[in-house]
């Protein structure tokens, strides 16, 4: 079987890349209006609450109760994320009120060790209440959470503030979780939860999701030719589960495209660079045909 050099490099695409965003809402922004509206966490998430402390819905008044929703089927290729929500004190023992984040799975078996991000809406000087247990300058105010405080809180997922100072970016597990948990707890009525994702769209031939196709995305493929049961970024672009001649030619083919980063982390190769991995590539591709 004989691949000509030239008909892999003859296509040549210009498109412009472009950040689309998707909005999640859970609950309705009414102003905790009467009825409560369903929050829906996943199975597993459930099951862990109803073991440790119960659920309950948006705009229900219930204490000693948590409001929790599993975000399911995120996009791929995140670049940006916000979580917006409302939330108000319904009682007078809510000073370790606040939220958690996690990622509960079906091998989850302890709540606790799913949770990545943890704060607490007031000042909390800190107790034996987990996941509540760490002393916090307040998420939202700097004095303690009482009935009737109220406020709308936007995090930012790639810089959540912590409670120590510094900030948790969460945009890698979203992108490899494809869902995120949030929970409030637990004396505290929430109105509603909005989370704003910003994707890249996915470009052929792009292995490392920076929106250019070029050296980097060519010698990824070459150096884990072969290999199977591996994802996108290690070169499978087809999903075929091998990385091979499918996805060498889809990386030449797309050679080039997208938007070249302000400081790309290497040179774009000159033709006669490119001619000899594309040489390179097809060795490869006669020894798999071999």
């Keep these: 079987m004989k691949i000509r050099l030239w ?3 003859v296509f040549v695409f210009s498109f412009s890349l472009t950040a689309n965003g998707q909005v999640f809402l ?4 009414d102003d905790f209006a009467l009825p409560v509206e369903a929050a829906t966490p996943s199975q597993e998430l459930d099951d862990l609450l109803i073991a440790s402390q119960g659920a309950k819905d948006f705009d229900a008044t219930t204490v000693n109760a948590d409001v929790a929703h599993t975000f399911v089927s995120l996009p791929a290729n995140i670049i940006d994320a916000t979580l917006e929500f409302a939330v108000r004190g319904i009682s007078d023992t809510t000073e370790s009120d606040g939220i958690f984040l996690s990622f509960v799975n079906t091998e989850t078996t302890d709540l606790l060790d799913a949770i ?3 704060r607490t809406f007031g000042v909390f000087g800190g107790s034996v209440n987990p996941p509540f247990t760490a002393s916090d300058p307040g998420l939202v105010q700097s004095s303690a ?3 009737g405080n109220e406020a709308t809180v936007t995090l930012d997922l790639s810089a959540l503030p912590l409670a120590g100072g510094g900030t948790l970016d969460l945009l890698s597990q979203l992108n490899s979780n494809g869902y995120l948990d949030v929970v409030v707890a637990e004396d505290s009525a929430v109105d509603f939860m909005k989370l704003t994702t910003v994707v ?3 470009i052929p031939g792009d292995v490392n999701g920076n929106g250019w196709v070029a050296g980097e995305d060519l010698g990824t493929v070459i150096a884990y030719w072969g290999q199977t049961g591996l994802g996108r970024e290690y070169g499978d672009l087809n999903g075929n589960g091998t990385v091979d001649g499918g996805d060498y030619t889809e990386v030449l083919s797309y050679w ?4 070249q980063p302000t400081e790309p982390p290497g040179a774009i190769p000159e033709p006669t660079t490119l001619a000899l991995l594309a040489i390179v590539g097809l060795v490869l591709v006669r020894r798999r045909i071999v």
């Design 7 to 9: 008909t892999l490099l």
């Design 26 to 29: 859970a609950g309705v922004e």
């Design 116 to 118: 990545v991000y943890v």
């Design 145 to 147: 959470w009482s009935s």
């Design 200 to 202: 890249i769209p996915v």
């Design 256 to 259: 080039g495209t997208g938007t």
